[in-house]
């Protein structure tokens, strides 16, 4: 069965409500109708020491998400937006991917090609879209395909404090969106896991 993984990088520790573990979710739910399985880590609840190597040492436990992430076929790169920007942690979560850069499979192939990535951008002001085209150039570099429409966003009145989590219902926009994405994405996890690139 195909799996994704969530990588939530509010900055708020469980069990503080995030909108960002809300609209992930919806993406979770939407994934689970194309027979796709998924969990949710809340990055804040880690000690991820800073750094761009697989295991930085002394109580790093970034290894434990890294063997989860390299399980999935679908990660899932969750964020809110501060200061219009992807949160520190959601950069830190980028830095710590680098290393994957010099790791290949059995066939050479770079270790993540072959899996696929969205994003999911919140927020109470602009830059959603810069974000997204951040975490998809990251991505990609490290070897994850994006698919067609692979991300979802949902920005509040700037300089409001209503969260997503705060909204009465779903908009029907986001919702839409949403629905795309995990379309897309269960679609393309599947082509590639059938059909692997050619190696070098």
């Known amino acids: 069965m195909t799996h994704a993984l969530v990588l939530n990088c509010t900055l708020k520790p469980s069990p503080a409500p995030s909108s960002c573990a809300l609209l992930a979710q919806q993406v979770l739910d939407a994934l689970a109708d194309h027979d796709v399985s998924g969990e949710q880590l809340r990055i804040a609840d880690f000690d991820v020491k800073p750094g761009v190597d ?19 076929d679908i990660l899932v790169l969750a964020t809110p937006t501060w200061m219009g920007h992807m949160s520190s942690i959601a950069q830190r ?9 010099s790791e290949t499979d059995d066939a050479g192939r770079p ?6 990535a969205v994003a999911v951008v919140l927020g109470n002001e602009d830059g959603a879209h810069a974000i997204t085209a951040d975490l998809f150039q990251g991505l990609g570099d490290v ?4 698919p067609s429409q692979g991300g979802v966003y949902w920005n509040g009145e700037a300089m409001h404090t209503v969260d997503y989590n705060d909204l009465p219902e779903t908009p029907e926009k986001v919702a839409q969106t949403t629905a795309t994405l995990a379309r897309n994405t269960a679609h393309l996890a599947k082509l590639l896991r059938a059909q692997p690139y050619p190696a070098p």
């Open 111 to 116: 270790i993540l090609a072959g899996k696929v």
């Open 54 to 72: 697989k295991d930085m040492g002394d109580g790093d436990e970034w290894p434990g998400i890294r063997a989860k992430i390299l399980a999935a």
């Open 93 to 101: 979560v980028l830095e710590r991917l680098d290393a994957e850069l």
């Open 143 to 146: 070897g994850y395909s994006i």
